[in-house]
């Protein structure tokens, strides 16, 4: 990589960091836990469909909002809407996306330390050695402890806590640089073995020969709601990120790099594990555990699968790792501009109040099980109020802030950089159409069938 001068990076570079940092960000639990089992529930090759149809109709005009808001303010997202309408009261809209992040980090390092656990398992060969009844009750028996899954959440926010603290360039785009291309030829090597399996052919028509018996209403639900979750949209991230990228900086590529990087890793996550699935006959809408349930099994079952399930949960942790760094990013660099607080001193405090509530999330599964609110464990919760509800407010909220507010002269403006970059008119009144009218309706449509069905 080429090194930093008094100029700031050279652009080469500094594309490509910003494109892995996002990239990072936006590949996670969402690619490698969340979107293959939502496949198996939602019938396979439709669901996917819809889900590509979203990201690219909706998820990068969005992606791209949150980019103008980012880059054209050079703040955190608390700050960016208070540079933007100064006379206006849109501040709460940065606050909420912190909010957001800060219930997503407490579930996700949960998560993230049960990827710990199960990296830790799999070095001891325990999927390969166990019965398939242990293997079946594994899961529930770890997540419903009370210590274990305590200790790898604290380890994984260290983890995630000692990047950040590291600052932007030094610690997430390094970082970021490093491992994504690790992740990727991991997930690769993963989905090679999967597709190659006898029987695995079934998978394979699962994903990619759409059925359109079995969509309906909630497929679509399900779609967008993904979209959002796995693009990180309406969470402040990209807004935090973009106030990172310089002004030369193509931000309509970057957004557009960014969705293809995030439906590609999703793509293979999904070839990694549908065609295993069906060559094992295991049912594909098993539900949340698919990953940590089902795969421990199959890992039992294939030839070097001791192996290739270190590998796997290595790729799950980091991909985790790379999108848990730019959720505490968004809450420090606001905790920073709002509080003047130095880097160090903002990690600490935040990383001790998101400890706290991730301890109750991890409890509310075992011992605190009962402690419910609105019918919901904290866990539930937490990643209910997230990606059910801030992210889809934050993401309309952002939307409307460029599309109504700034309007299509600042839209233009960011796009082509002060008229230095060509881009056709059509491509630019097309996402304007999409930000005013399409995507505006289609975040409305899903939250009122959500909250009415
Ligand atoms: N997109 C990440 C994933 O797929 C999750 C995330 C949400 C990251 C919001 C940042 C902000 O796992």
């Given at each position: 990589?080429?090194?930093?001068?008094?100029?700031?990076?050279?652009?080469?570079?500094?594309?490509?960091?910003?494109?892995?940092?996002?990239?990072?960000?936006?590949?996670?639990?969402?690619?490698?836990?969340?979107?293959?089992?939502?496949?198996?529930?939602?019938?396979?090759?439709?669901?996917?469909?819809?889900?590509?149809?979203?990201?690219?109709?909706?998820?990068?005009?969005?992606?791209?909002?949150?980019?103008?808001?980012?880059?054209?303010?050079?703040?955190?997202?608390?700050?960016?809407?208070?540079?933007?309408?100064?006379?206006?009261?849109?501040?709460?809209?940065?606050?909420?996306?912190?909010?957001?992040?800060?219930?997503?980090?407490?579930?996700?390092?949960?998560?993230?330390?049960?990827?710990?656990?199960?990296?830790?398992?799999?070095?001891?060969?325990?999927?390969?050695?166990?019965?398939?009844?242990?293997?079946?009750?594994?899961?529930?028996?770890?997540?419903?402890?009370?210590?274990?899954?305590?200790?790898?959440?604290?380890?994984?926010?260290?983890?995630?806590?000692?990047?950040?603290?590291?600052?932007?360039?030094?610690?997430?785009?390094?970082?970021?640089?490093?491992?994504?291309?690790?992740?990727?030829?991991?997930?690769?090597?993963?989905?090679?073995?999967?597709?190659?399996?006898?029987?695995?052919?079934?998978?394979?028509?699962?994903?990619?020969?759409?059925?359109?018996?079995?969509?309906?209403?909630?497929?679509?639900?399900?779609?967008?709601?993904?979209?959002?979750?796995?693009?990180?949209?309406?969470?402040?991230?990209?807004?935090?990120?973009?106030?990172?990228?310089?002004?030369?900086?193509?931000?309509?590529?970057?957004?557009?790099?960014?969705?293809?990087?995030?439906?590609?890793?999703?793509?293979?996550?999904?070839?990694?594990?549908?065609?295993?699935?069906?060559?094992?006959?295991?049912?594909?809408?098993?539900?949340?555990?698919?990953?940590?349930?089902?795969?421990?099994?199959?890992f039992g079952k294939l030839p070097m699968g001791g192996y290739i399930a270190i590998l796997f949960f290595f790729a799950l942790l980091l991909a985790a790792l790379t999108s848990s760094i730019s959720v505490m990013e968004v809450i420090i660099a606001s905790a920073m501009e709002e509080f003047k607080l130095k880097r160090k001193t903002a990690v600490i405090s935040v990383f001790l109040g998101i400890w706290v509530l991730g301890c109750l999330c991890s409890l509310s599964l075992g011992p605190l099980n009962e402690w419910k609110v609105v019918g919901k464990t904290i866990f539930d919760l937490f990643d209910y109020l997230s990606a059910n509800v801030l992210m889809l407010i934050g993401g309309l909220l952002v939307v409307f802030f460029v599309a109504w507010k700034l309007g299509k002269k600042a839209m233009h403006d960011e796009l082509t950089n002060g008229g230095t970059l060509k881009i056709p008119n059509w491509v630019?009144?097309?996402?304007?159409?999409?930000?005013?009218?399409?995507?505006?309706?289609?975040?409305?449509?899903?939250?009122?069938?959500?909250?009415?069905?």
């Amino acid at each position: 990589m080429k090194k930093e001068n008094n100029n700031g990076r050279e652009s080469f570079s500094s594309s490509f960091g910003i494109l892995v940092a996002l990239a990072g960000s936006a590949v996670g639990l969402g690619n490698l836990w969340r979107f293959p089992y939502l496949v198996g529930e939602n019938g396979g090759a439709a669901f996917i469909l819809i889900y590509l149809a979203f990201v690219f109709l909706l998820g990068i005009p969005i992606l791209l909002s949150e980019f103008i808001i980012g880059r054209r303010s050079q703040a955190s997202a608390r700050k960016a809407f208070q540079i933007l309408a100064p006379d206006e009261n849109w501040g709460f809209v940065g606050l909420l996306a912190v909010i957001c992040c800060t219930l997503i980090l407490s579930f996700y390092s949960v998560v993230g330390g049960w990827g710990i656990e199960y990296l830790v398992k799999s070095f001891k060969f325990d999927f390969t050695s166990a019965s398939d009844e242990n293997l079946a009750s594994m899961f529930s028996t770890f997540s419903t402890s009370t210590w274990t899954p305590l200790i790898c959440h604290t380890v994984f926010l260290s983890v995630t806590a000692g990047i950040v603290v590291s600052g932007v360039k030094k610690g997430i785009e390094s970082f970021s640089k490093v491992m994504m291309p690790v992740l990727f030829v991991i997930m690769i090597g993963i989905a090679i073995r999967s597709l190659t399996l006898p029987g695995g052919e079934a998978g394979v028509a699962y994903l990619f020969k759409p059925d359109w018996s079995e969509v309906d209403g909630h497929t679509f639900l399900a779609a967008l709601g993904q979209a959002f979750f796995s693009l990180s949209l309406g969470s402040g991230m990209v807004i935090t990120y973009g106030s990172y990228v310089k002004k030369h900086e193509h931000i309509l590529k970057l957004s557009v790099e960014t969705a293809l990087a995030d439906t590609i890793f999703a793509l293979i996550a999904g070839c990694a594990i549908m065609p295993a699935v069906f060559a094992f006959g295991i049912s594909p809408g098993e539900g949340p555990g698919l990953v940590f349930i089902t795969l421990p099994y199959i890992f039992g079952k294939l030839p070097m699968g001791g192996y290739i399930a270190i590998l796997f949960f290595f790729a799950l942790l980091l991909a985790a790792l790379t999108s848990s760094i730019s959720v505490m990013e968004v809450i420090i660099a606001s905790a920073m501009e709002e509080f003047k607080l130095k880097r160090k001193t903002a990690v600490i405090s935040v990383f001790l109040g998101i400890w706290v509530l991730g301890c109750l999330c991890s409890l509310s599964l075992g011992p605190l099980n009962e402690w419910k609110v609105v019918g919901k464990t904290i866990f539930d919760l937490f990643d209910y109020l997230s990606a059910n509800v801030l992210m889809l407010i934050g993401g309309l909220l952002v939307v409307f802030f460029v599309a109504w507010k700034l309007g299509k002269k600042a839209m233009h403006d960011e796009l082509t950089n002060g008229g230095t970059l060509k881009i056709p008119n059509w491509v630019i009144d097309t996402l304007y159409f999409l930000l005013r009218f399409i995507a505006p309706a289609a975040i409305v449509i899903i939250m009122i069938f959500q909250y009415v069905s």
